[in-house]
């Protein structure tokens, strides 16, 4: 905004003063100080070179996924192939994925959108996820803490979207504990941890990433 209030003001300039007087002088002076403002603004927005910044801006590409899901504690875990993640970049610290079906997965098409962000003025991770095989909406979860090797949030409480046949334990409140855990360059992965009221906590759904491209 006050970019645009400079820029605003100089023009004014440019018109009621600069023309009339036709100097040539006083135009080449504001044509630089128009370049200063542009370097100056480049300048102050960009946020490029820090290690959040590289961390995200390197998982830029398209992923093969591996989801691993476990509705309810006392049931094996499903594994489902053939999930493809693309992850591009919103400005400097915002990773943008979308999940769906690779073109020759035999699934029910599908959309997860997931943004993992860094808020730089408040030094948290942010991870917000929105998926249309559940019910469940936007789900926010709340930074908690990282380490060298894994970024957890959480969700204090959100209901069961009892996905399986019968979808067993549909409604149930639950407490889930997200982990982004670091492994190298082309592999990483995200768990989330449901824990029931009773403080029964169990991995109920594993991506598994490894880059394609």
């Known amino acids: 905004m006050d970019k645009l209030i400079a820029y605003k003001t100089i023009s004014s300039c440019v018109v009621y003063y600069i023309l009339p007087m036709r100097n040539l002088k006083f135009i080449s002076f504001i044509a630089l100080l128009f370049a ?11 946020q490029t070179g820090t290690a959040e910044h590289n961390y995200l801006q390197s998982k830029v590409g398209e992923w093969s996924v591996v989801m691993t899901f476990r509705p309810t504690a006392d049931v094996p875990p499903q594994i489902v192939n053939g999930i493809v993640a693309e ?63 894994e970024i957890t949030s959480f969700i204090n ?17 639950l407490y889930a504990r997200n982990v982004v855990v670091k492994i190298n360059k082309d592999h990483d992965m995200v768990k989330q941890y449901w824990r029931l009221i009773d403080k029964t906590e169990w991995l109920a759904v594993q991506y598994d990433y490894t880059r394609k491209h």
């Open 157 to 173: 409480s959100f209901p069961n979207p009892g996905m399986g046949p019968g979808q067993k334990g549909r409604g149930q409140a």
């Open 87 to 149: 992850r591009t970049m919103i400005g400097d610290y915002c990773l943008h994925e979308i999940m769906h079906p690779a073109a020759d997965a035999k699934m029910p098409d599908f959309k997860r959108l997931c943004d993992f962000a860094y808020n730089k003025n408040e030094q948290r991770w942010d991870y917000v996820s929105i998926d249309t095989r559940i019910t469940a909406g936007i789900m926010y979860f709340t930074y908690q803490g990282s380490t060298s090797n």
């Open 36 to 46: 200063c403002l542009i370097l100056v603004g480049n300048e102050i927005f960009a």
